[in-house]
Nanobody, 123 residues
């Protein structure tokens, strides 16, 4: 059973914007913490932004001030608004949920994952 499905990726020029969406099953959406992660070719997966059940958020330093994570309880959907995109933001973006380490940006502590959506930023 698919629990997380990402959408919204694409190709943009530097300085542009994209909004990613992650549709979650109701059970998965009720997780204490969920977030966005990314993996560029040849690099390890890294945390981008997380949002806790009470709405508290946390961001990687590299995206602070440019990205914003949010969620819509009525739609069981999490979003990642990405502004001022840079070529170094190019990666496969994944949403994830279910962790015993609430607030963590460490992808290793998340149990449920989507299949990803590609974001490519050209200079």
């Amino acid at each position: 059973q698919v629990q997380l499905v990402e959408s919204g990726g694409g190709s943009v020029q530097a300085g542009g914007s994209l909004r990613l969406s992650c549709a979650l099953s109701p059970l998965t959406y009720s997780s204490n913490c969920m977030g966005w992660f990314r993996q560029a070719p040849g690099k390890e997966r890294e945390g981008v932004a997380i949002i806790e059940e009470d709405g508290d958020t946390r961001y990687a330093d590299s995206v602070k001030g440019r990205f914003a994570v949010s969620k819509d309880n009525a739609k069981n959907t999490m979003y990642l608004q990405m502004n001022s995109l840079k070529p170094e933001d190019t990666a496969m973006y994944y949403c994830a949920a279910d962790t015993d380490d609430v607030g963590s940006l460490n992808p290793a502590v998340y149990y449920s994952w989507g299949r990803g959506t590609q974001v490519t930023v050209s200079s």
